[in-house]
């Protein structure tokens, strides 16, 4: 494994020199490491690049890392990886993305995950996207992530990009059966010239259904982002999504929510706000002895956590 990979890998999964549980390293579109567990097998697809990892009903407690990396530039990797969690598990999934180029040649990772979610399963998806190098190459994250929980499920997605990815698109669709929950948390840092434009689509088709989508961002300097978010009820269900905003400098930001009450008693409510940061912010921060600039830092910092 490489030294550029062993970096990525500790900012990018909280690697420590190993894995606790199973895991899969993928190292410029190939396999770096791979370990099963007696609970959790993963496996190479046969008609594709990526992964099936089944997770056995009844797991508690355990994790699987299915980190990939990109370690220089000239390098387009797909991969798609399919999670089958059985009934009533409760485990965590790591699925973190660096790229890295010291070149004017171009990094892309693309990552197409599935999740099929057993009756009563819980899992806890962390991921988190990076960008590293001092070349000019284009650095490009574009992940795809499809959904289905079945009835009491609940899926609880923590992801971030901070930093240092120029080019991304987010696309994220779920369809959420009864009595299953989504639960998204989205935190995005663009700076320069990067754009970031994040898409999601959910579908509330089971009686007691129910979405909580949350989504900060920070667009500085000439970045741009883009938030598109549609939430379907088709049944007796509860959605809610909020979209906050940071801009600085010349960043911009286009937020375009939608809401679609297909049943009488579906109760979906959007909030959205984008804005600067508040001036006595950062006179409060000033006058205990910080720069405005380490002011601003230490606003975005906790807006983002």
């Not at 490489?2 to 549980?21: A, C, M, N, P, V």
């Not at 819980?122 to 499809?146: F, N």
Request: aromatic share 4%.
């Amino acid at each position: 494994m490489k030294k550029i990979t062993e970096d990525l890998l500790r900012q990018i999964s909280e690697w420590d020199g190993e894995f606790k549980g199973a895991y899969n390293i993928r190292e410029d579109g190939a396999c770096a490491g791979r370990m099963s567990s007696d609970n959790i097998k993963i496996e190479s697809k046969k008609d594709q690049p990526g992964l099936e990892i089944h997770i056995l009903p009844h797991t508690i407690g355990e994790t699987v890392s299915i980190p990939a990396c990109v370690t220089h530039g000239d390098v387009d990797d797909l991969v798609y990886n399919d999670f089958y969690v059985g009934e009533y598990a409760d485990v965590t999934i790591v699925a973190g993305c660096g790229i890295h180029t010291e070149t004017g040649e171009p990094a892309r990772h693309n990552g197409i995950h599935r999740f099929f979610l057993k009756k009563g399963s819980k899992v806890k998806y962390v991921e988190k996207h990076i960008g590293t190098g001092h070349g000019t190459g284009l650095r490009s994250i574009d992940p795809v992530t499809e959904c289905v929980l079945e009835e009491n499920s609940v899926l609880e997605m923590d992801t971030a990009q901070i930093g240092g990815v120029d080019r991304t698109s987010r696309n994220t669709k779920a369809e959420v059966g009864a009595g299953a929950k989504l639960l998204i948390r989205e935190r995005i840092l663009t700076e320069k010239e990067q754009t970031a434009n994040t898409e999601f689509e959910v579908e509330l088709n089971g009686k007691d259904s129910g979405v909580d989508l949350i989504s900060r961002s920070v667009a500085r300097d000439n970045s741009r982002q883009g938030y598109h978010s549609v939430i379907i009820g088709n049944a007796p269900c509860t959605g809610h999504s909020e979209c906050d905003a940071i801009i600085s400098e010349n960043g911009k930001v286009d937020a375009a929510p939608e809401l679609h009450a297909h049943d009488n008693d579906a109760a979906l409510i959007h909030e959205a706000a984008i804005g600067k940061i508040a001036g006595e912010q950062i006179l409060k921060l000033r006058t205990l002895g910080l720069t405005e600039e380490q002011a601003e830092a230490t606003i975005i910092d906790g807006f983002l956590s």
